[in-house]
């Protein structure tokens, strides 16, 4: 794994599964009561595995799963709730009010929230953006930390 630091940016690429350990425990450092984090990318770049992966890597028995039909999945983690979202098949701000993200967005815990692009104004803004971008052998992400 790869990673420069900056003052708000951390740049990793991601090769493996254990790539991601130094990235979990930068993200463990941010936690409080309250974290979200944007997922940011194209289709089939490592969103929702990149969810999956944290879960694991908080409890090793604990399985994630995709939220692209429910929209909205919770985990208890560790005294951890988590939640994560897929936004990709919402078109508009109603359908956003009806599943109920203004609400859970209020709660406390993870809250991982993928395509949050078309609804940027109507999101809080998050605390850690973090963008993918798929490479030949891996994933580049950029990582905008506003904590």
Known sequence: MTTRFEKHNKYFVISSEKSYVLLFKF??????TKLIVFLSGDIGVGKTTFVKYYIKSLNSNKNAYSPTF????????????IYHYDLYRLNNYRELQEIGVDYSLNLNGIHFVEWPNSFITELPSPDIHINF???????FLSIYNEL
């Open 133 to 139: 971008q798929a490479l030949e052998y891996g994933t």
């Open 70 to 81: 429910s929209l909205i999945n919770e985990y208890a983690v560790s005294n951890l709730k």
């Open 27 to 32: 993200l463990r450092k941010l936690y409080t």
